[in-house]
């Protein structure tokens, strides 16, 4: 085995996953659907397969998917951008964000990340031999110093990662917080890289904000996002990078040797789901938002202290007055002592122990599975 990869060991998912099956427990750990997407999307995936769009995409994507994102960026945030130079579509959100990290930093260059961090951040970093700083967001509001974060910009900074809607915290930046990233950015001369894969989750009418919009950030900005959480679509990874030419060129490089193109028939499909109307975004909205609200108050009855999430689908629970030792151990007794499986925080953190006081519970679950897991929860309550 490569060094490169020997330190990567199985993802938290996976051991959760299997005792969870293992005790036959209310999977509220891993981030995707239990129920099934909506039924336009399976015809136009069936009709594209129908219709024999079935040989290699262009490697940027197909030019309908690309002008489908241009237009939506358009009606949605006012930002416009040239599907002909400034799209790449990729497998997924995932292999955008390796891709562009690949293509814009060398070795040696730093890198700052939020922690809790999304868990392919930190190894696509150190493939390409760059080197993370961290920022790490504190319970229970996650807010940002602006003392603390101006220090980790140096001359060597090469990439600032910034996920918002925020998983695991369900934050959801504040305009005051975008224009201090800006800032920065601006300042030292750094390119941000913003995953947005859950901009269309967002609640209690806060409003998901593009960084790229801000004054003087087009240009050093690659915007990130994917099919997956807003069409319920987790497995068929059609993913895209949005940004100026010369920073899409870079990405491009990348992408052309780790996967060449996406899934033709799904870009296809893709496109069509993406000229959704209003109606879709605000329905998805109203859905997640009463899946949170319902998933609160279960929480609270069971006697544990949830953190309100203001976007994403996933809930942050401090466990620190519960006598366990760590989230770990937590979570394990959650899984098999209760029946209920949620995920380990401190495997998004470089020190383990900035997460172990928290639990993280995912709420995009059909209502009888998050009904089932309020009733196990109940247990929680007379230990
Ligand atoms: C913050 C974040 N980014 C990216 C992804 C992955 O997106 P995709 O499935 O489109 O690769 C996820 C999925 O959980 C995520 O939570």
């Known amino acids: 085995m490569a060094r490169r990869v020997c330190n990567f060991g199985a993802s938290i998912f996976s051991e959760m996953t299997a005792l969870a099956n293992q005790h036959q427990a209310v999977n509220l750990g891993q981030g995707f659907p239990d129920f099934p997407c909506p039924e336009f999307l399976k015809q136009a995936a069936m009709n594209a397969i129908r219709q024999d769009i079935n040989q290699y995409a262009p490697a940027n994507g197909r030019l309908n998917l690309r002008e489908s994102l241009a237009k939506k960026l358009q009606e949605h945030y006012g930002y416009t951008v040239d599907p002909a130079t400034e799209i790449t579509v990729t497998h997924g959100a995932t292999e955008a964000i390796f891709a562009a990290i690949l293509g814009l930093v060398d070795p040696g260059d730093e890198v700052i990340l939020f922690e809790p961090y999304y868990d392919s951040y930190v190894p696509s970093v150190e493939i390409a031999g760059g080197v993370p700083r961290y920022y790490t967001l504190r319970p229970p509001d996650w807010s940002i110093d602006p003392g603390e974060l101006a220090p980790l910009f140096s001359e060597r900074t090469k990439l600032l990662i910034l996920n918002t809607p925020h998983n695991p915290t369900g934050k959801v930046f504040s305009k005051e917080e975008l224009c201090l990233i800006a800032d920065l950015c601006r300042k030292h001369d750094v390119i941000a890289m913003v995953d947005e894969v859950y901009e269309h989750i967002v609640f209690d009418g806060f409003r998901h904000q593009l960084l790229a919009a801000l004054p003087g950030m087009a240009e050093r900005t690659v915007t990130i996002s994917s099919l997956g959480k807003t069409f319920s679509v987790t497995g068929w990874k059609v993913g895209w990078a949005v940004a100026r030419p010369e920073l899409t060129n870079a990405i491009f490089r990348g992408h052309q040797f780790i996967v060449f193109a996406g899934v033709a028939p799904l870009q296809e499909a893709a496109a069509t789901a993406l000229?959704?109307?209003?109606?879709?975004y605000r329905e998805l909205t109203m859905m997640y938002q009463s899946k949170r609200d319902f998933l609160l108050e279960a929480l609270r009855a069971a006697g544990l202290k949830p953190i309100v999430p203001r976007g994403t689908y996933f809930m942050m629970v401090d466990i620190s007055d519960l006598g366990f030792p760590d989230d770990v151990a937590f979570c394990r007794y959650l899984t098999t002592e209760i029946g209920v499986a949620a995920i380990p925080p401190s495997a998004f953190?470089?020190?383990?122990?900035?997460?172990?006081?928290l639990a993280r519970f995912a709420f995009c679950k059909s209502q009888s599975t998050?009904?089932?897991?309020?009733?196990?929860l109940q247990k929680l309550a007379s230990r």
Not at 370 to 376: H, K, N, P, Q
């Open 275 to 280: 000229i959704s109307t209003d109606e879709y």
């Open 349 to 357: 953190y470089h020190d383990p122990v900035d997460g172990s006081r």
């Open 370 to 376: 998050l009904e089932a897991a309020a009733e196990r």
